[in-house]
């Protein structure tokens, strides 16, 4: 795929300093750039680096100063790593658009309806009554149950698992091994000791820009719907409790956990390896430090760290006196061994 500079000044805006006609095909980089590559540099400390790139073109501040002359192409922008990163989502985008057709063997439902434009990948298998949007791509070896719904211009990667009456909105990702709709973790404990599984009988949907990362797992309800709100980003190998809802806009990074029936608000930024307990409400512009254990309900823009997660600056505080406490310790029993021989 070959774009003129003047396309992409177009796209990503600015002023172009060299030939509109000098194509690139590929984006990299700047240390590792060849010929045919665009790059970019945000911070003038990196200045050096445009003199020995073989770049094609590279980005830069529209303030940028240079010390010597230069034959590369530029592209002078506000905000170069802003206009870098539109760049590499309309280069993700034809990647990922770039595939059509179904190929064989898959199977495809008598009842069920695909949209235009649509990728189907070998082994994927659609239910019944199941509906896509136009421009979806289904890689190999998904699984969509019956009655699911799938928006315009979503993708489902490999091994994406979409359990029955799940709905997924448009402009949405699942990264491979994702499951969508798996039951949710309900048993009735028995008087013998035993554990009776409750029926999960409710959905998972998924709103419009969600983003869901490799083997992420998303319980449905037992009654009503596991809800995922619009712009929700959630990270790889992430566990979502049945009739859960997560709020617009928040992101969760890796391995944290959210146990069943929690109400997360919008815009909160959740660490790794967070764990949070069961029927809580997290506030909107919540912010939950990596590997804390949250066991009460937050506060608006509240930042929290530890476990049990309290107050972040008071964690730091307490952390300080922790760090001395066998310090301290040593003082207390030297204190105590005068006392006792006064």
């Known amino acids: 795929m ?26 990299s980089s700047i240390e590792n ?110 699984y969509i149950g019956d009655n699911v719904t ?7 990667h490999s091994g994406v698992k979409i359990y029955a009456k799940s709905v997924i909105g448009s402009n949405c990702t699942l990264q491979a091994g994702a499951v969508i709709g798996s039951d949710g973790f309900g048993y009735a404990p028995l008087d013998d000791g035993t554990y009776k599984k409750i029926p999960q009988l409710g959905n998972v949907i998924l709103e419009d820009h969600v983003d869901v990362g490799a083997n992420t797992v998303i319980d449905c309800a037992t009654f009503n719907t596991t809800l995922i709100k619009k712009g929700v980003k959630l990270d790889n190998l992430i566990q979502i409790g049945h009739n859960t809802m997560i709020g617009e806009n928040t992101v969760i990074a890796a391995q944290t956990g959210v146990a069943g029936s929690v109400k997360i608000a919008e815009n909160c930024k959740i660490g790794g390896q967070v764990g949070i307990a069961g ?3 997290i506030a909107a512009k919540t912010q939950i430090q990596a590997q804390s254990g949250v066991s009460k309900n937050t506060k608006l823009e509240q930042t929290i760290y530890g476990t049990p997660a309290i107050e972040f600056n008071n964690y730091l505080r307490s952390y300080t006196i922790f760090k001395k406490l066998p310090d301290i310790m040593k003082q207390i029993e030297t204190i105590e061994e005068k006392l006792l021989n006064l």
């Open 2 to 27: 070959n774009f003129t500079l003047e396309q992409i000044t177009h796209l990503i805006g600015g002023k172009l300093e060299g030939s509109k006609d000098t194509k690139v095909n590929t984006i």
């Open 33 to 142: 750039a060849e010929e045919g590559s665009i790059s970019f540099i945000s911070n003038p400390k990196y200045e050096p680096l445009i003199y020995k790139t073989r770049a094609s073109a590279v980005i830069v501040d529209e303030k940028l100063i240079l010390n010597k002359s230069i034959t590369t192409p530029l592209i002078r922008t506000v905000d170069p790593y802003a206009a870098f990163t539109s760049l590499l989502e309309a280069y993700d985008q034809l990647l990922s658009f770039d595939k059509n057709g179904i190929e064989e063997p898959s199977f495809v439902h008598k009842t069920s309806s695909l949209g235009s434009g649509i990728y189907v990948g070998a082994f994927a298998y659609i239910g019944s009554n199941v509906k896509i949007g136009n421009q979806v791509k289904i890689y190999p070896n998904a």
């Open 150 to 156: 799938i928006g315009d211009r979503s993708i489902i």
């Open 279 to 281: 029927h809580l409400k």
